[in-house]
């Protein structure tokens, strides 16, 4: 007889890193995208949702006014310089995942064992790091394919003033970035005394978290992972003999659309560790839309995961097309994969008849369209 197969557990912590959720919260401030627009956006955007939106959401306007009032003494102008949006993006396009150096840099893995919650600790860890680590986690806020993703291309500051060269950016820009990259070091104890009146209020508001870590929980750990991510064929792009998949909140970036990002880690030690976007609740609308495919895939981060794996299923599967794709941008395609949400700054996704293919641009005019395009398609 036939044994069935073992579920699957879907397991939501229950706690935010406070260190993350500070970041996050910056490059809301920085860059015009508060708390209280997005969750304006929902009410706008839900009506018939309302009272859910402001049970589950509402604590989280209250927190972010005691952020705001928390870091009133944070000078502005040095908010702006760490967490500004990253090259020419329109205000209007620019969101809680903004890039930015700072977040790039600072933002702690939660799949390290050992990632320090405490401030002072992941603050002397990330000055310990090398310019050459520096750099790389650079590159992947620009998220330029042009050299690949190995350090070992852009290990200093010449080569890595060469690669921002084609970043869609002023010459001004460019310079405050490579300032910023050359002295991160030095940076960091600021940073870390702008995050530390914010990080102290995340910790004592946490009780503002518990209703919708719950809600997440309830909604998820009941599901198999094929319900979560969408297809039965797009799980395997994981590691099929986990049991458990941990998610882990990112709360600050939810946005309007009742997206919110969780970065996903497999309890068994092959596993391997992608960041996704895990849809909130109703928000299966979106597989019901009738969005061309390049629209949907120029957009993935902000869309969700069935789609992005769906895509990566493809990709998987048109060997023909995954050549072409690594040969373009010298990438092996466990890398394409595991950066794949960072591609959406360079590149359009277009649908065709044989496969996927990827194109990419790396100028001012391009990445403006394409902002454009993606914040038409989502303010629609």
């Known amino acids: 007889m036939e044994q069935p197969a073992e579920k699957k557990v879907i397991h939501v912590h229950s706690e935010v ?3 993350a959720d500070a970041l996050l919260y910056y490059t809301r401030r920085a860059n015009g995208r508060p708390m209280s627009a997005s969750i304006k956006r929902m009410r706008e955007q839900y009506p018939e949702s309302r009272e859910s ?3 589950l959401f509402g604590p989280l306007e209250e927190l972010e006014k005691t952020l705001d009032a928390t870091s009133s003494q944070v000078n502005e102008e040095r908010i702006h310089f760490f967490f500004d949006a990253l090259g020419d993006m329109p205000p209007r396009s620019r ?3 903004s890039a930015n150096l700072a977040t790039a840099i600072m933002m702690p893995n939660p799949f390290a064992p050992d990632t320090p919650s405490d401030l002072v600790e992941h603050c002397t860890r990330v000055k310990q790091r090398s310019q050459e680590e ?5 590159r992947l806020a620009f998220s330029l394919p042009n050299e690949g993703w190995l350090t070992k291309e852009c290990k200093d500051l010449a080569a890595f003033y060469d690669y921002i060269q084609e970043f869609p950016a002023s010459d001004a820009e460019r310079f405050r970035i490579l300032g910023i990259v050359r002295n991160f070091n030095q940076y960091a104890d600021e940073l870390a005394e702008m995050l530390k009146p914010v990080v102290t209020a995340i910790v004592s508001s946490a009780s503002v978290y518990t209703p919708l870590l719950e809600r997440f929980a309830e909604a998820y750990q009941e599901k198999q992972p094929e319900e979560v991510f969408g297809t039965e064929e797009a799980v395997p792009v994981y590691d099929p003999s986990a049991q458990v998949l941990e998610l882990y909140p990112r709360l600050f970036i939810i946005d309007e659309y009742y997206t919110i990002t969780y970065q996903l880690s497999n309890s068994t030690q092959l596993c391997n560790h992608l960041e996704i976007s895990v849809l909130y609740d109703a928000a299966k609308l979106y597989q019901k839309r009738e969005i061309p495919l390049r629209d949907i895939a120029s957009c993935i981060k902000v869309i969700g995961d069935p789609v992005r794996l769906q895509i990566l299923t493809m990709l998987k599967n048109e060997e023909v097309y ?10 092996s395609f466990t890398t394409l994969s595991h950066h794949m949400t960072k591609l959406v700054m360079a590149g359009l996704v277009t649908s065709e008849r044989r496969g996927i293919y990827v194109y990419y641009k790396v100028n001012s005019d391009f990445i403006s369209w394409l902002m454009e395009r993606v914040s038409e398609l989502l303010l629609s």
Do not use: C, H, M
């Open 95 to 97: 969101r809680a995942y």
């Open 134 to 138: 520096i750099i790389f986690f650079a």
């Open 322 to 331: 995954v050549q072409e794709l690594t040969d373009k941008l010298g990438l």
């Open 53 to 55: 939106i402001d049970s």
């Open 17 to 19: 890193n406070s260190i």
